[in-house]
């Protein structure tokens, strides 16, 4: 992630000081001595202009760049574990300046766990060795939560059990001074688990997620002890008073309610006046039309746009056969819990989705999401952090202050002001209790004329 704060004045300042260096030394810092020298991330110099590569060819020095080829990789990777016993490790490789970077191989595989399957290895994706209560909980949540959602559940129900174990004790041990002793220390540290690699410590909300997982996880094992018809593994009695002492005691933050803010007409556009990327464009006013969440942008994919891939799907030039979201007036989108709401659009909107499509097909978009990032690795599904890193560079522009929480308030008070129902509002957003998560195909059409006919778009 790049480092936030600079400006392009600071920018162009660290430039020249890169300039000096060069000049006085006569050797190009790599990327990964950047930082050593008090100089900001490639990341950050990529951002304002385009690529490492590119400033150093702008301050008129060639740049010491090493080229590869796939199977120079492969072999890299095959010596590696030759001469050391173990799989290729990403901080190791980004570490030691004599060896490739990870984002070279990402580069040429797209991941770094590819690359270590094509050289015949397997990928270390897995940090924790998870005991058969977790691992439980995992099946039992598979399909109901997010991937995302279940991999950080079982890690932070993983540190919490490596914490018993450092103690000698299991899961039947656990009460509400082992959780305490734990939030302590995981108020001066990192992880548990990985403390001797990360000692900052948690945030106040990092806290409160940890807290909630520890929670979510404690109260399905009582559900799952009496589904099995065994002894609970844990009492009950101090199950209840475990997440009574996580909700209500001093041991965690507690949350601080703030109300959610709209964006004005005027601050949208002004937003707008500093795109000057049509894929950045579309991502915005698509995320403030659909109500999205940075997490469900990769969630889209071209079945829940163009319906169900039938070995004739449209390609948007009037000779194949119409898209749903052209003839049905919506499309489908996965939210928290994995949930799809149906989110009735309007021409304006649809026009919107064409572009897209648009830049799907010129920007020779391989995967099957709906939206894309480009970058140094090209054609992604777009992640929600280049999302949220696409939106602070809106903000730095703009000087407006938001988030995609914020793009999502706004659209829910625009379409109110328009006199849009509440109910139907809530089942845009994807939120509980909106009695609207599954409609008929009368009621879409009822909706997509009270939408075309009130809003357009935002």
């Known amino acids: 992630m790049p480092r936030k704060g600079y400006t392009r004045t600071q ?25 050593k020298l008090g100089l900001p991330s490639q990341h950050t110099f990529a951002k304002h202009y ?14 010491n760049t090493k080229y590869y080829t796939r199977k120079e990789l492969i072999e890299i990777f095959q010596r590696y574990k030759e001469k050391t016993g173990k799989t290729p490790v990403c901080n190791i490789f980004m570490k030691t300046p004599s060896l490739p970077s990870p984002h070279t191989y990402k580069k040429h595989f797209n991941s770094w766990e590819n690359a270590l399957i094509e050289a015949g290895m397997n990928p270390n994706t897995i940090h924790y060795e998870y005991d058969n209560l977790i691992i439980a909980f995992r099946n039992d949540k598979e399909g109901i939560l997010s991937k995302e959602s279940i991999t950080n559940y079982t890690s932070h129900i993983s540190d919490i059990l490596y914490f018993l174990k450092s103690k000698d004790k299991d899961w039947k041990d656990l009460d509400v001074g082992i959780i305490a ?17 990360y000692t900052k410590p948690n945030s106040a909300s990092a806290l ?26 844990i009492n009950p009695a101090v199950i209840e008073e475990i997440k009574v002492t996580l909700k209500r005691s001093n041991i965690i933050p507690p949350e ?17 006046k500093v795109i000057d990327n049509p894929i950045d464009r579309n991502i915005f006013d698509l995320g403030l039309n659909l109500g999205l969440r940075a997490s469900e942008y990769k969630k889209i994919i071209l079945d829940m746009v163009l319906g169900p891939d039938d070995g004739m799907r449209s390609l948007l030039n009037g000779s194949e056969p119409i898209p749903r979201f052209e003839s049905e007036h919506y499309i489908e989108i996965k939210g928290k819990r994995n949930k799809i709401r149906q989110v009735v659009l309007t021409e304006e909107m649809k026009s919107l989705i064409k572009k897209q499509l648009l830049l799907r097909k010129l920007h020779k978009v391989q995967h099957n999401g709906l939206f894309f990032s480009i970058g140094k690795i090209t054609n992604l599904k777009l992640h929600p952090w280049k999302v949220n890193e696409l939106y602070g560079k809106l903000r730095e522009k703009s000087g407006v202050k938001f988030t995609a929480h914020n793009l999502r308030h706004s659209m829910a008070e625009l379409f109110q002001e328009l006199g849009i129902t509440q109910n139907i509002v809530a089942q845009r957003l994807g939120h509980k209790g909106s009695g609207t998560q599954r409609y008929s195909r009368a ?7 009270l939408f075309q006919e009130k809003i357009g778009v935002v």
């Open 256 to 272: 601080v309610e703030t109300e959610p803010r709209a964006l004005t007409k005027h601050e949208i556009e002004r937003i707008r």
């Open 11 to 35: 920018i162009e300042q660290k430039a020249l000081e890169l300039r000096k260096y060069i000049k006085k030394t006569g050797k190009v810092p790599g990327i990964r001595d950047l930082t």
């Open 208 to 233: 409160r997620t940890k807290a909630r997982s520890i929670s979510t996880f404690l109260s399905w094992l009582e559900k799952w002890c009496k589904r099995k018809e065994i002894d609970p593994i």
């Open 443 to 449: 009621k879409i059409e009822k909706r997509y004329k």
């Open 181 to 197: 002793e734990y939030f302590t220390y995981l108020k001066n540290h990192g992880s548990f688990f990985k403390c001797n690699k």
């Open 50 to 63: 385009g690529s490492y590569t590119k400033l150093i060819k702008s301050l008129g020095f060639e740049p």
